[in-house]
Every structure is written in structure tokens, then in C-alpha cells.
């Protein structure tokens, strides 16, 4: 028995699968097979395979050390997995035992950036078939489950706000003497000055960067609508179509990584990190959009044909189905649980401030981006969704869209109403935003409706990895050196 049957994968369709896709790498001379997985960060690691190596582990697996899943965001182990007792919690996970990759067939793209070089998606597995419960993509795939139950499907759209530099001088990284863990970031010059909000003088001057990242979504078949120059220097945004919100979450992963590797061979570093370390910069945020669909018909079950009688552009219900706006009360009822999800990076929460296109309260408002939750849309408009902008770009896709779906969902099950919509965003006495990632930790913690959504190991598993990160920012002497080597290079 393959071990992808043993998982229960492994079906005839799957067979077929594979073997077409043994012919494809033979006939389009591919060299290598970079067999990738994300972690807890939303970061893809990897194994480079041949052909022939490849081939085989669609059936039966590669192996990987599991101390890989255990990582904070400085690849430090946060369990002491060589001590007795160290992996209490995380059964199967003492000294550093082995995981299973098991890759997707259907997964195949060849990389833009590096000719003869296909990627295949990978999850991990126990060696006894078991899924490892804290991989990221499988918490989602679990949340869109349990929604699939209902007749259910959750759809999408990527708008992510990133920055990109060009390399001046690569040597303090890449100097031996300088060797550090973690290590130095790159020197960088702007590749626009900003302040200047799709201005096209700064389009024109960022080309260059621009059309790698457009070649290199596009080659990886990334649905992308447009690039725009932010208001940051030398921030830009990417806005892709929406789609289905399993695929939307490879895709952000894809875009991330690609984008990242094709710059960096041309002379620049892109970073996803909300607020690189540098004066008078912008935060970047992570604006998802989404909508609740009919798996039959793919009718939006956010949209109302007509606004609820007797309410008004402040209601709920004037805009959304009954569904929606239980969608947007859970949403809101679970914020400071979702925040950690949203923005999991002390650097991230710099950006929680007024008047900077940013929320700081749990508020929604009708088409008001200083509110948390944006509702777009009306009566009778297929496109009627909830954009929530408590996001950062940095956030792991999975575990961020998981955690909308299970507050969203106990909304709708709870029939909880939202309460009118604001207009004065960042008006006193409204509940805030947890202001730091230890206490939104907390928040997720002692969320009882959360825990059970995602799961009471799935939560732990998150917080001390995070906790690990916060216990060496407390730590750190100089916070802003901590910030630039634990962020800027990494993500």
C-alpha cells in the first residue's frame, strides 16, 4: 500500500493524475521539482527534488523533520523537543521525529523566474497516515467544511498592499563575519518616493519592479486585476479577482513567495512586513474581501433583493441578507480573537492608528474604509460583500480566512444583530482594537466559540509560537533592530 492510500487519498482519479503528470515533467524537460508547504507564518519551505525523486513522492511522500512546524518567526523551536516531556502537548512530535510531505498532482506550475524548475504544493503528514492537525491549509480546509455543511461556500478577493526596494548592497547579509540568527537585512534604496497616491509619475519610475511582479503573477496564473501605487514610499498594491477562498489563500502564498524570489534575482527585496523600518513610512494592510455563496448556483447569500422595511444605510439589513448581517455581528463579536489571526506580527500592530486608512475601533461602516468592517454593496448587487480590514499582509492566508469563517458562522448561529454603522470611525467610546499582539493572544485564548472552531490544538499551537516571539521581543534591547532582522528579510 502507497502511503498516499494510506492517508485515503489515493484514488483512481488521483492515480490518473499522477501519471499524466509524470508524462508533463518528461515532456517539458523540467530539471527539478521544488515540492513546497506553508508554515505557521504563511511562509512556503521546501524540498528541491529530481524528476525521478518527485514522481515517487506522489505516492509515497517525502520525508521532513517536524521541528518545521514548530518554528517562530526567527526559526527558533518553541518546544523543547529533546527534553522529556517537552512535546507534551504535541503528540508525535518528540525529538524532532520525521513528517510526511504528500504533494499535490494537480498542484504543477513551472516557476517564471527559474527555467526547468516546476513547484508542486505539499501537505504534511504523520508517518502513520494521520494529518498533522496545525497545518495551516488543513485548518482551513476544515473551516470550509464545516461551511460546505450548510451548502456553503466562502469567495474571495486579494487586495495586498506590499513594498518594494531596490538592493544597494547585499554584503551586510550575506558577510560571514556578520552571521547572525537572525541575521541582517539588505541595504535598499525607494523605488518611489510616495506621497503621491496612484500617481502615475510613480507607475512610470517603479516600472521596471512593477513588470517583474506582473510577469511573475501572471506566469504563476494568478488571476491579477491591477497594480497601483500606493500612498507609502515606495509601497505599491496588487488586486487580484476574487475567487473561492481555498484557492485565494494559495494564490496569496504563490504571490508572496514568487514575487519575493523573481525581484531578488533582478536587483530588488520586496517585503510584506506592515511597517518596514525605515522614517516616515506607510503601513501596509491586507484588505479581504468576502461573501458567502450558494454551493448550488453560486447565488451570493450576502445580497438582499431589497433593503429590510423601515431601515437605512446605517442598518445592517439595508444592505445585507439576514445571513450577512449575522455574518458581520459574528465578525465583529469576535474581533479582538480574529486580531492575532489578522495581524500576527508585533510590527503590525503600528498600524492600528486614526486617520491613516487603518481601523483602531470594532466598527463596521456603509463603504467607510477608516471602520474595521466595510460593507459594499446594496440591494440586489451581486457583488455585495464585507471587506474587513483588520489584516496585515504578513498574515498566514489559511489561518486568517479560517478565523473568518468560524466568527462569522457563530454569528449567523447565535442570531446576533451588528449594531448601526458608523461614520465616525475614530470617534471615542467605541471598544478598540487590542493594541498589541500579547493581548490580542489573550483574546484568542479565552475566546471559548474561536477555540472551538479552529480547534483547542490548533490555538495552542499558534499562541506559543507567538508567545515565543514576544518573549524575545520583551527581551530585545532595541526594539527596531529587532523588528528589521525579524521581519524585513523573512517576509
Known amino acids: 500500500m502507497s502511503f498516499a492510500e494510506r ?3 489515493h484514488t483512481p ?8 503528470l509524470e508524462r508533463l515533467i518528461a515532456e517539458r524537460g523540467i530539471e527539478r521539482v521544488r515540492v513546497g508547504w506553508c508554515d505557521a507564518h504563511g511562509l512556503l519551505r521546501g524540498k528541491t527534488l529530481m524528476p525521478h525523486a518527485a514522481v515517487r513522492a506522489l505516492r509515497q511522500g517525502v520525508g521532513m523533520v517536524g521541528t518545521l512546524m514548530l518554528k517562530d518567526t526567527a526559526d527558533r523551536t518553541a518546544w523543547k523537543v529533546f527534553e522529556p516531556g517537552g512535546t507534551a502537548d504535541l503528540p508525535g512530535f518528540a525529538g524532532a521525529s520525521n513528517l510526511l510531505l504528500l504533494p499535490d498532482p494537480e498542484s504543477f506550475i513551472e516557476l517564471p523566474w527559474s527555467p526547468g524548475t516546476a513547484w508542486l504544493r505539499a501537505q504534511p503528514w504523520h508517518e502513520d497516515g494521520r494529518p498533522v492537525a496545525f497545518d495551516s491549509r488543513r485548518v482551513l480546509q476544515a473551516a470550509l467544511e464545516r461551511l460546505a455543511q450548510r451548502g456553503l461556500g466562502f469567495t474571495t478577493g486579494l487586495e495586498v498592499e506590499f513594498h518594494i526596494y ?3 548592497d547585499a554584503t551586510p547579509q550575506l558577510d560571514p563575519e556578520l552571521a547572525a540568527w537572525p541575521g541582517l537585512p539588505p541595504a535598499v534604496q525607494m523605488v518611489h518616493p510616495g ?3 496612484h500617481g502615475e509619475a510613480m507607475t512610470d519610475m517603479a516600472e521596471d519592479a512593477l513588470r517583474i511582479v506582473e510577469r511573475t503573477a501572471l506566469g504563476l496564473g494568478l488571476p491579477l486585476q491591477s497594480l497601483e501605487i500606493e500612498l507609502g514610499p515606495s509601497q505599491v498594491e496588487a488586486v487580484f479577482d476574487a475567487t473561492d477562498a481555498l484557492t485565494a489563500a494559495d494564490q496569496m502564498v504563490l504571490l508572496r513567495n514568487g514575487v519575493r524570489q523573481a525581484l531578488r534575482r533582478e536587483g530588488y527585496h520586496a517585503t510584506f512586513m506592515c511597517r518596514p523600518p525605515f522614517p516616515g513610512i506607510m503601513s501596509s494592510g491586507w484588505h479581504l474581501h468576502q461573501s458567502v455563496v450558494a454551493l448550488d448556483g453560486g447565488r451570493n447569500a450576502f445580497m438582499r433583493d431589497a433593503p ?7 442598518d445592517a439589513t439595508h444592505t445585507l441578507s439576514e445571513l450577512g448581517a449575522g455574518w458581520l455581528a459574528g465578525l465583529l463579536a469576535h474581533a479582538p480573537a480574529l486580531t492575532p489571526l489578522c495581524t500576527p506580527t508585533v510590527n503590525g500592530f503600528g498600524r492600528f492608528r486614526p486617520n491613516a486608512l487603518a481601523p483602531q475601533a470594532i466598527l463596521w461602516g456603509r463603504d467607510n474604509r477608516g471602520a474595521m468592517l466595510r460593507v459594499v454593496g446594496g440591494a440586489g448587487d451581486g457583488a455585495t460583500r464585507i471587506e474587513n480590514r483588520l489584516g496585515e499582509p504578513a498574515a498566514n492566508p489559511y489561518v486568517c480566512m ?6 462569522g458562522l457563530d454569528g449567523v448561529d447565535q442570531r446576533l444583530a451588528a449594531p448601526q454603522g458608523t461614520e465616525a470611525p475614530y470617534a471615542e467610546g467605541s471598544q ?7 493581548d490580542a493572544l489573550a483574546a484568542l485564548r479565552a475566546d471559548a466559540a474561536m477555540v472551538k472552531g479552529l480547534g483547542e490544538t490548533v490555538v495552542n499551537h499558534f499562541c506559543r509560537i507567538k508567545q515565543n516571539e514576544l518573549d524575545r521581543h520583551a527581551a530585545a534591547e532595541d526594539k527596531t ?11
Open 402 to 407: 479560517a478565523g473568518q469563517i468560524h466568527a
Open 308 to 314: 429590510a422595511p423601515g431601515t437605512d444605510p446605517r
Open 195 to 197: 506621497y503621491q497616491l
Open 166 to 168: 531596490r538592493l544597494t
Open 7 to 9: 492517508c485515503g487519498l
Open 481 to 491: 533592530d529587532f523588528e528589521r532582522r525579524e521581519y524585513f528579510s523573512r517576509y
Open 432 to 438: 478598540r482594537i487590542p493594541n498589541n499582539l500579547g
Open 13 to 20: 482519479e488521483r492515480e490518473a493524475a499522477c501519471q499524466r
